[in-house]
């Protein structure tokens, strides 16, 4: 299975389940209805920004030289444009099987203007964690470079 298909059905259902529950319970607790978007916005952008960062710090473990590593920004591209158009086709039949308080609008609406802000709430946060992430794996790989460094030179003092 492609990487991208993996990330796209994954971030599908979190999306997907974070906009029904969210629906499900602004019916039921409207006054609260503020506070749960930006948690479940927050939930989708974090599983975003977690999963790109694991990426990141595995492929920079993986390929030490930053030109052997994976075009991953193009892995998390391809899932978030995916992850849009099916949580939007998605969230539409709910909204038409009867779940209310989902907030979808019309077929169209739902895979265009509002895929563009579900991509864009894939891609932009997949962007940052993998740059921490291929740092934070860079960095370790400088560090254990360091230390042989410095215990090829205490040798080299040791027998000059």
Request: proline share 2%; with cysteine.
């Amino acid at each position: 299975m492609n990487r991208w298909v993996l990330r796209a059905v994954g971030m599908s259902i979190v999306h997907i389940a974070a906009r029904t529950v969210l629906g499900i319970v602004i019916v039921e607790a409207p006054l609260h209805g503020t506070t749960l978007k930006f948690v479940a916005l927050a939930i989708v952008l974090l599983v975003a920004l977690i999963w790109a960062g694991i990426d990141g710090i595995v492929d920079a473990r993986r390929h030490e030289d930053p030109d052997d590593r994976e075009d991953l920004i193009m892995v998390w591209i391809k899932a978030g444009v995916v992850t849009a158009l099916i949580s939007g086709v998605v969230c539409y039949i709910i909204d038409q099987a009867g779940v209310s308080g989902i907030g979808a609008t019309s077929f169209f609406f739902e895979i265009t203007s509002g895929a563009a802000g579900t991509a864009l709430m894939i891609i932009a946060p997949a962007a940052v964690g993998l740059l921490v992430g291929r740092w934070l794996g860079r960095r370790e790989h400088k560090s254990e470079r360091d230390e042989e460094l410095y215990e090829e030179r205490e040798a080299h003092e040791l027998h000059a």
